[in-house]
Every structure is written in structure tokens, then in C-alpha cells.
């Protein structure tokens, strides 16, 4: 929120401070100090600052009908109930407290009116709605267990905005939002959180990209000051050596050049690769992130039953089966690892499975199929306990 | 009531959840009625008399007739028998029981796919046996075994090794009564008066029902569960019904299901879980020898001729084979080869080549 | 036993062999498909009648027990047919291994990476251990990855169930760098903890690239252990002196996990530590470790989709020494018969994949 002074730039701001407001009403343009960020009222708040308030020459407010003409610093604020008026009517109406709309009569407070964006202010007040609802009803596809029930989710939504844009059962369809807030706090919690990561992923990955610009700018940089400077060194070089030897001045000159060739390309091959391959990779993660993302930890996964809550298991048996086991004088067992009430508890598992599987009866039950897949079973009757 | 599937993410809470025992392949394969099992191995035993008939009758024309083959149940007496062998072999080896159930699963379930005149139960046994105790993880060396048991060797019993997995339907897993049983035993404990003593009395009765009913169909009906709860009912009702009840504590259960379910493995393990009368089996055995079939039998006619037949077969495969390729060379197009093999696909498993 | 052969041989039809792509002492591995949708598969044939004592028992493992487990982080065993000669296990095909994910230097983990995969290996663990089997073999190199991303175990050559009370098992199981103490000192009795130092290892290794402990022999491994946690004392592990193989091999102090994973969070070293522990009773199981606050620390785990994976590599024909059991091999090259058309019509597509992905309009928000 911290682009909001830029909507203000059009004159001084002057912090209204303590109760009296009666004596300075007319003279300096009043500034209405709104710190409102719910948008219960109407308005739509541009966080970024990059769109900019609606702005004509034919505007003129609608209660005291002075335009810009008349008043050059003529400003036009949205009420919560969509009404446009300008900053001074707005001021001499509710400055003294709520009062109601001049054109419309619901009461308002002066806090409540935001600068406008659209020129419809239908659709100002349509975008605000809809930013609302938004912020609640996140729930996205993967939430739901098939596209029907998705699609119906979706739908729901457009009918209670729609509802709330053109006012129809508007307290029927809060009371329907209130529910639906009830019912989904976790989930709507989760996609809050989910939704800041992809922000956050779409941060790094932009700050990483410009990182990595600037580093290869550095780099080319770089590259460049050294390519000069050996350049240099190199032409110094060759009159030196024309000075002091007496070799031939071609072959130097022939030789030197070989040198600063071998040195360029050697130069190229090392810098830029390791740089370039990470970045990518990087890069495309980035882009899957924003595709597919990562998931909560979920301990198990699978639909297998293996009867656990059928039986519990004791610590101690009456059991000569593994009486030798259990008193394992020398301690090899334990030492070892090996666990009796592993041993157990396979066999009590097998006590109850199975169970409450009722027999096959006559020709024609289902048929044993080498290729069916586990579970496929008819007869199986659960057990109820 | 199935706890423990408290995740938030949608996935597992809205799924149906699959019981582990129905997982396993004795579930999925391994599971018939009364009735089937009839069926079964009457239409098993039919097939394999028409099919023996056969070779009887292109070994020597007319020889059929004279024939008594064995019906359904002469196969399953004799089957019967040797599972009780199975018993006998283990005692000797000291192999754990479960080595010797698991045989004796793998035996019973083999003639539910062969039939007795084709592999007589004897070898067939052997091998059982010795890979169950593979499939167990209590592996002794083939020569270890063949030692031990007079008049056999050792290809007596690897001949026939794959051809037991593979009428298994490589099907390895059994899950036992015993072990079940070994559970109720524990969890019994846990009820709120468990008499000590008695239990341990009980648990020998139901044990010696367990080993019985091995004798019997149950395990191919019935789930070893069950099977364990009726040989302790069979040793104490009150118990096994008190222990019912407090599984199934739902009060508008008066009688869980599964107590009626128990009733029938009872009269089987009473009518059926005692060894066959030695008469009557010893009167099949011996008609069996002359009901073999004689394609199996090395040496014999038939098998000679089903010999030749293979072999030309694979030749033919062979030389087809050397064709295709002598086609592709001349075709001198790398990829023409590609083309050819892919429309005549390679049914026959066997080549070492491909 | 003819009908029992025919119905193996349409089993038999619903699969096609395309190219072998690797090759052991007794299996034969293949690239293939399933005839009907095309899916792609991989195609182990073992030779049967191979060795004196008949079917050889990692086979008889394989398949016994990955016809029984059906779960998302564990290989899936389509189909099984047979002939007279071989035994065919069809396996979903999967493209590369952790191994080759972690030597690969141009791919960066994020923790949130190692994060989701170490997630993945705990289930599909605890899944076993749920059903009362020991795999008794894990390393990166048997941790499978799917082209979805999913990580998959693989190889149960090794695997068995829980023993009885009483009955002995072989201590001469795991990969030697990433077995545990109570193995190289010769426990015959143990359990499902065995499993989980190896998981404890691969951790490790996935924080630091490199294995974590790699001994040359096993008195070797057991002072690079030492060497690495401490030497235990007895208090730590009662009665480990009593192991049936027992040496003392040296005294080493104990040094913070925190000096050598410099970058690794506090969560990440106590699940680590716990996954270390000498004694096997007190080493953290797959459920608690399922439920252990790392994994629901921030950040959250990467989703597998989008976990990197080595680039497809093209080599022809490798032989593996003991092929024990991966479904795919080292390399997913052409092999003997070359077939270009198809592998570039692959690599296009894929690249063609990431290009459309990044250029996905952004969702249209006016929640801002």
C-alpha cells in the first residue's frame, strides 16, 4: 500500500488532526485521508500504483454541479454505494458524521469514499465485488475430486457475485458467504499460504533472472577490460621486442597475434557455460513451480486396510513359541534387533483377516481372474465393528 | 472405525480402502466354492481322459477301451494320501510347519490344474516340497534332499520344479491357518477372563484340528481365519464365540456373521480331515499305473512321437527365422528387418537367441 | 500341463519384446510394450535350468513377493508368463535410477528435492515393513525413478519375510556401504531395522553426493562407521559385544552430524541421527519417521514431477554382472538394433514439453 501517495499527488496533503474540522473547511482544498483498506465500500485499490485515477474533462460532480472549469482541482470520489461526488460536497455533507447519500439516501461516512479507476462505475463496482469474493473463495481445481464438482463450485461463486453486484438478496447471499467462510477456514487458509508462495516463486525467479543479467553484463564487462587491456600489453610487447631483438619483425608480429587468439579463446570457453546451464535449470523449475505446485506432506498414502484397529497388540504373551527368544540370556536378540512383537503381531493380523469374507457360494460366483487387480474381490462384506 | 486416514489432502479420505488380505493372490486366484471345485475337477478329469484316450488310441489303436481311466474323486483320494506324506517327509527333514503347509497348498492346488494321470502325486510331492521350502526361506541344497530320500534323484525331482511354479501360476504367498490360529491364541489373552489354563489345552486341541483339516478343501473355500477360529471352536465354542463377540462388539449384531460361517468347516474338518482308507487307495494306485499317460511316460511310444513333433516345429520356427533375416540382408535396407519382425510376432518364448 | 501352457501362451501374447536392453548371468532384460495400449514395459526372462538346485531363489523372491505388494513407491510386477524354458516378469519400465540422479553433477538438489524423495522411500519401506517383509537390499541404485517422478523400489532378490521366533536368518545381506553394524558383526537374528540404516545411508548420501560410508571390506566398513558416529559403547547398544562376529575396532569419538552436513537443517539432522542409531530396537521406524517433523517443515516437499532427472544417455549394449533385478538398465540406449527415427522423434517431443510449459499464460487475478 505504500504507492497510495501517488493517487494523492494533487495537492498538499493536510493531516486533519483532532476534532476540529468544522473551522477549516473551505480553506484549502480538503484532503480526505482515507487509511480504509477493506473494500466493503466501493473503489478499487491499486496496490502497485501502476493504474492511474480516472480522469475527463467532462466531469462534473452530480450534487453541487460545479465541473473543471469552474474548479480546476475538481476531484470526483466514489461513495459505498457507487454515487460520484466531488471532494468538496463530500466534505460539507459528512464531515459533521454519517449522513445519507444525496442521491440515493443510504447513510455514509466520509472515510468511505475512494478515488475512482473505471470510468463505468458499474464496473468499479463489479471489480470490487469480485476482489472481495476472491479472497475467500480460492479454491482451485486440484481441490476438488473431479471437474464436475469444480465447475459447480464455480458457479456457485458467479451467482453470489452476481447477486451482490446487481443487489439482489444481498442479505440472504452475506449470510450464504458467512457459511461458506465457516465451513472452508482451513482450506481457505491453506490457499492463502499457497498463493503467497507462487508470489514468492515469481519474486525469485525475476530477481534471480535480473541477478543473473547483471552478471553476465558484469562479466561482458569484464571480458572486454581484459581483451583491451592484453591488446595493449600485446602491442607494447611486439615494439619492445622489435626494439631489443633482431629477429624478424613478421615472425614477431605473427606469433604475438597466435598468442592473444589462443588467449581470447580460451577466455570464451570457460566464463559463460557453467553460468548459463544453471540458470536454465533453474529458470525452467521456476516455470514448472508455477504449473504444478508442491504439496503439504502427507504421512501415508495409500488405501491398503491391514486391519490395525482390529486387535491391539500386548507387550507381553503367554507364548511358548518364542519363550526361548524372549529369554535370551546373552542378549544376542536384542542386540541384533530382532523384535518378538513384530512376530506377534503378523500373527495377529492373520487371526483376523479374512473374517468377514462370506464364502463363495454355487457355480457362477466371481470367477478367480489371473489379471484382476487386488480388491476386485465380490463377495467382501466389511466388517462392521 | 478405520482410524488413522486423517490427511487433509482429498485423496484417501473419499477412496474405498482395500483390505491386505484381499491383495494377496490366494484372494485373488486361489478362492472357489464347493460347487467350483466339483466342477472343476470333473471337467479337469474329462478333458484329461479324452486327451489320454487319445494317445492310448495312436499308440495302439483299440488299446482305449480296456482302459478303467480314474474319475474325480479316485484323483482326489489319491491326492489325499500323499498330502498326508507331505506330513510324514517334514517330521523326518524337521522341516518347520511352514514348510509343510505351504507344500501341502502348493500339491493341492497343482491338481486343481493337472490331472493324477498325467503326473502321479508322488513326484509331484517331492518337488512341492522342496520348493516350498525355496519359497519359505528355509532353502536345502537338492542334493541335501535327494539323499535323504530313498529310490530318488535329483532330476526326479528338478524336472519337474517349473512345471509345478508354473501350474501355480507362480502364485508363492500362502497364508496359513496356523498362524492364525498362533494369533487368537495371543489375543485371547487379551480378553478380560481368559482361563490360562484351559487355553493352553485348547490351543494343543485346536492345532491338532488345523493339521487336520489340511486334509481337506477349507483352505481353498474358507479363509485361514476362519479356518482358525473353527478348530478353536472345535476345541472350546465358548471360547472361540466369546472371543467372536468381542471383535464384532456392534449391538445390533446379535450373531456376527462370521460364527456362521465357522459351522460348515467344522463338519468338514470332522467328515474329511482323516487320512483315506489304505484300501481303497491302494486299489486306485494300482489302476493308475495302467491308466498313465503314456505320452509322459519317456520312452513310450507316444512320448516318442510328441518328441518328434516338437522338435519339427522348432525347426520350422528356425528355419523361418533364418529366412526373415536372409531377406532383410538382401534387401540391404537396415531398417527393412525392423519392419519384418514387427508384423510376425515372436509367440514362441524359447529361442536363446532372441 | 497343455492347458496350463496354453494359457500361459496368451498370457504371453498380451506382451511384445522390442529390444534387449540389458543382459546378467541369468536374466535377460528387454525394452517392451504391452500389445493392446502400447504402454511401455520392461521384460526380464530368466533362463530356468541354469543351476543344480533348480529355480534360482532371487527369482522365486522377485516374484513372490512383488505379486503380493501393490503401492505406489514399490515396482509394480505386471504380469508373469512362462514356457517351457523361461520365466518372463513384466515390470512397468522405468527410466532411470537414484544413483544415476545423485552422480549426475549437472542436476541441483533443492532440500525440498531430497525432502520428497527420502518421503517416497519411507512409504514405499513402510509398506513392506507393513506387510512383514525385510528388503534387505536398498541402495540409490535399487530406488527406481518413473518418468512422472515417482520413486519406485525395486530389486527384492534379497527381500524375505519376518522370521518366526527363533529361526535364523543370513547376515550376509545389504549392499556392504550401506549395511549396519549389527549385520557386520554377525547378527543372525534382526529386523526391520536393517532396513532402515540403509535408508539412514542414502539420506546421507543424497546430502552430500557422494556415499557416506564406503568401506573396502567389512572390517573396513565397520571402522568407517566408528570412524563417522562413534564407536558404540555398551550402554548405547547393550550386548553388542556379544554378537556372534564381534571385534573390537578401535575407539573414535563421536562427532556432530552438523560439522560435516554444514547445510542441513536441524529437522533433517534429528531424522537423520535417529535413522543412525546403533541399537536396532531404538533406530526410528517408517511410520514414525513418515511422521517426523521434517517432512512437515517447510519448505514442502518438491512435487515429483518435479524432481530433477539425468538426461537420457545413449550407450549401446551394457553388460551388468549380477543383474539383480533392475528393471531397467544402466542405459536406455538402442542397443543392437538401431532405431534413430524413434529415439529423435522422443527428444523433440520432450524439449517441446518444456517450451509450451513456460509459456503458459498466467492465470488472470484480480485478487492483487
Known amino acids: 500500500m505504500s504507492n497510495r501517495a501517488n493517487g494523492w499527488l494533487r495537492g498538499t496533503i493536510v493531516r486533519k488532526s483532532g476534532v476540529s474540522t468544522a473551522s477549516s473547511t473551505r480553506t484549502s482544498t480538503p484532503q480526505i485521508q482515507s487509511t480504509s483498506t477493506t473494500v466493503f465500500g466501493g473503489g478499487v485499490k491499486d496496490a502497485s500504483g501502476r493504474t492511474s485515477e480516472y480522469f475527463s474533462m467532462e466531469d462534473q460532480c452530480p450534487v453541487c454541479k460545479s465541473d473543471r472549469y469552474l474548479n480546476p482541482k475538481l476531484r470526483l470520489l466514489v461513495s459505498a454505494c457507487y454515487h460520484k461526488m466531488c471532494e468538496s460536497c463530500i466534505d460539507r455533507l459528512f464531515t459533521l458524521g454519517p449522513a445519507p447519500c444525496p442521491i440515493c439516501g443510504k447513510i455514509l461516512r466520509k472515510l468511505a469514499f475512494t478515488p475512482q479507476t473505471f470510468e463505468d462505475l458499474g464496473v468499479e463496482k463489479e471489480v470490487a465485488v469480485r476482489r472481495r469474493i476472491a479472497k475467500e473463495f480460492n479454491k482451485r481445481r486440484e481441490d476438488f475430486p473431479d471437474l464436475h464438482a469444480y465447475n459447480d463450485y464455480l458457479e456457485e461463486v458467479e451467482d453470489i457475485t452476481f447477486n451482490l453486484i446487481n443487489d439482489i438478496d444481498v442479505a440472504e447471499t452475506e449470510a450464504r458467504i458467512v457459511q461458506y467462510r465457516q465451513e472452508n477456514a482451513a482450506l481457505i487458509e491453506l490457499n492463502i499460504q499457497r498463493e503467497e508462495q507462487y508470489a514468492q516463486y515469481l519474486k525469485e525467479q525475476e530477481d534471480f533472472e535480473r541477478q543473473e543479467r547483471e552478471q553476465r553484463a558484469a562479466e561482458l564487462r569484464r571480458a572486454e577490460e581484459e581483451e583491451r587491456e592484453e591488446r595493449e600489453k600485446g602491442r607494447r610487447e611486439i615494439i619492445d621486442k622489435l626494439e631489443t631483438s633482431d629477429k624478424d619483425a613478421i615472425k614477431l608480429v605473427a606469433r604475438s597475434r597466435l598468442e592473444a587468439m589462443r588467449r581470447a579463446s580460451a577466455r570464451s570457453t570457460s566464463s559463460g557455460n557453467v553460468l548459463q546451464s544453471s540458470s536454465r535449470l533453474l529458470r525452467s523449475r521456476a516455470a514448472q513451480s508455477t504449473v504444478v505446485p508442491d504439496v503439504p506432506h502427507v504421512p501415508l498414502q495409500d488405501n491398503w486396510y491391514a486391519y490395525e484397529d482390529m486387535f491391539t497388540l500386548r507387550d507381553n504373551y503367554d507364548d511358548p513359541a518364542s519363550e526361548a527368544v524372549r529369554r535370551d540370556r546373552e542378549g544376542i536378540m536384542r542386540a541384533g534387533g530382532y523384535r518378538v512383537e513384530q512376530a506377534w503381531e503378523r500373527a495377529l493380523r492373520c487371526a483376523v483377516a479374512g473374517l468377514e469374507i462370506m464364502p463363495l457360494e454355487g457355480l457362477h460366483s466371481t470367477a478367480s481372474d489371473p489379471a484382476a487387480v487386488p480388491g476386485a474381490g465380490g463377495d467382501v462384506v466389511m466388517a462392521s465393528a | ?354 | 500341463m497343455d492347458a496350463v501352457e496354453k494359457a500361459n501362451a496368451e498370457r504371453q501374447r498380451r506382451w511384445a519384446k522390442d529390444q534387449k536392453i540389458g543382459e546378467g548371468t541369468y536374466a535377460v532384460v528387454y525394452r517392451g510394450r504391452e500389445v493392446a495400449t502400447g504402454r511401455k514395459v520392461a521384460i526380464k526372462k530368466i533362463k530356468v535350468g541354469q543351476f543344480k538346485d533348480g529355480l534360482d531363489m532371487s527369482a522365486i523372491r522377485e516374484v513372490k513377493y512383488l505379486r503380493e505388494l501393490k503401492h505406489q513407491n514399490v515396482i509394480e510386477l505386471l504380469d508373469v508368463f512362462s514356457s517351457k524354458m523361461n520365466l518372463n516378469l513384466v515390470l512397468e519400465f522405468l527410466d532411470t535410477d537414484l544413483e544415476l540422479v545423485i552422480k549426475d553433477r549437472s542436476l541441483v538438489f533443492l532440500p525440498a528435492d531430497i525432502k520428497s524423495w527420502m518421503a517416497m522411500t519411507f512409504r514405499g519401506l513402510e509398506f513392506c515393513h507393513r506387510n512383514f517383509i525385510l528388503h534387505r537390499d536398498l541402495k540409490p541404485n535399487n530406488l527406481l525413478i518413473a518418468a512422472d517422478g515417482q520413486l519406485k523400489l525395486a530389486d527384492f532378490g534379497l527381500a524375505r519375510d519376518f522370521a518366526d521366533p527363533g529361526y535364523k536368518m543370513t547376515c550376509q545381506v545389504i549392499t556392504r556401504w550401506y549395511r549396519p553394524a549389527e549385520l557386520l558383526f554377525g547378527s543372525r537374528y534382526y529386523s526391520t531395522a536393517v532396513d532402515i540404516w540403509s535408508v539412514g545411508c542414502i539420506f546421507a548420501e543424497l546430502m552430500l553426493r557422494t556415499p557416506y560410508l564406503p568401506g573396502e571390506s567389512d572390517m573396513d566398513q565397520l571402522k568407517t562407521i566408528f570412524r563417522a558416529l562413534g564407536t558404540p559403547t555398551e550402554e548405547e547398544w547393550p550386548g553388542h559385544t556379544k554378537l556372534p562376529d564381534y571385534v573390537p575396532v578401535g575407539q573414535f569419538p563421536k562427532t556432530p552430524l552438523r560439522d560435516l552436513f554444514t547445510a542441513a537443517s536441524a529437522d533433517c539432522l534429528n531424522l537423520l541421527s535417529k535413522c543412525l542409531i546403533y541399537e536396532p530396537r531404538r533406530r526410528i521406524s517408517a511410520k514414525e519417521a513418515l511422521n517426523h517433523p521434517y517432512f512437515f517443515a517447510l519448505p514442502y516437499p518438491t512435487h515429483p514431477s518435479k524432481l530433477p532427472k539425468p538426461a537420457p544417455k545413449r550407450s549401446s549394449l551394457l553388460p551388468l554382472e549380477e543383474l539383480d533385478g533392475n528393471a531397467e538398465p544402466n542405459s536406455s540406449g538402442p542397443g543392437v538394433k538401431a532405431n534413430p527415427p524413434n529415439k529423435l522423434k522422443r527428444k523433440h517431443s520432450e524439449d517441446g514439453m518444456n517450451e509450451r510449459s513456460k509459456s503458459i499464460a498466467r492465470r488472470l487475478d484480480f485478487s492483487q
Open chain 2, 1 to 354: 472405525m478405520t482410524a488413522d486416514i486423517a490427511s487433509p489432502a482429498a485423496e484417501s479420505s473419499t477412496a474405498v480402502r482395500t483390505t491386505l488380505y484381499e491383495a494377496s493372490t490366494q484372494y485373488r486366484h486361489w478362492r472357489y466354492s464347493l460347487e467350483q471345485l466339483a466342477h472343476t475337477r470333473a471337467a479337469l478329469n474329462t478333458a484329461a481322459v479324452s486327451a489320454i484316450q487319445e494317445a492310448f488310441e495312436s499308440d495302439e489303436p483299440g488299446s482305449s477301451s480296456s482302459v478303467s481311466f480314474l474319475n474325480a474323486d479316485e484323483e482326489h483320494l489319491l491326492v489325499k494320501l500323499y498330502v498326508g506324506k507331505i506330513s510324514q517327509l517334514c517330521g523326518h527333514f524337521r522341516f518347520p510347519e511352514e514348510v509343510e503347509a505351504t507344500a501341502v497348498t502348493y500339491l493341492k492346488r497343482f491338481y486343481l490344474k493337472n490331472t493324477v494321470m498325467d503326473w502321479h502325486p508322488k513326484n509331484v510331492m517331492l518337488t512341492a516340497l522342496f520348493l516350498a521350502t525355496k519359497t519359505t526361506n528355509h532353502p536345502i541344497s537338492l542334493e541335501a534332499y535327494t539323499s535323504h530320500i530313498p529310490k530318488t534323484a535329483p532330476s526326479d525331482v528338478l524336472d519337474l520344479e517349473f512345471l509345478v511354479a508354473q501350474s501355480l501360476g507362480f502364485d508363492f504367498a500362502v497364508w496359513h491357518a496356523h498362524r492364525s490360529l498362533w494369533g487368537l491364541w495371543l489375543d485371547v489373552q487379551s480378553l478380560p477372563d481368559a482361563p490360562l489354563d484351559d487355553l493352553r489345552a485348547s490351543y494343543d486341541t485346536a492345532l491338532k484340528y488345523v493339521r487336520a483339516s489340511r486334509l481337506t478343501d477349507a483352505e481353498l473355500v474358507y479363509t485361514p481365519s476362519q479356518i482358525a477360529l473353527a478348530c478353536l471352536s472345535l476345541a472350546s465354542p465358548s471360547l472361540a464365540s466369546t472371543w467372536v463377540r468381542s471383535k464384532f462388539p456392534d449391538p445390533e449384531i446379535t450373531d456376527p456373521p462370521v460364527l456362521g460361517v465357522i459351522e460348515p468347516i467344522k463338519t468338514l474338518i470332522l467328515a474329511d480331515g482323516s487320512p483315506p482308507e489304505v484300501e481303497a487307495v491302494r486299489e486306485v494306485d494300482r489302476r493308475l499305473k495302467l491308466c498313465k499317460n503314456p505320452e509322459k511316460v519317456v520312452g513310450s511310444k507316444a512320448y516318442l512321437k510328441k518328441r518328434e513333433e516338437e522338435e519339427r516345429k522348432a525347426d520350422e520356427k528356425r528355419r523361418r527365422k533364418a529366412d526373415v533375416i536372409k531377406r532383410a540382408m538382401e534387401d540391404g535396407d537396415p531398417f527393412g528387418s525392423e519392419l519384418a519382425g514387427r508384423t510376425a510376432l515372436d509367440d514362441d518364448d524359447d529361442d536363446d537367441e532372441d
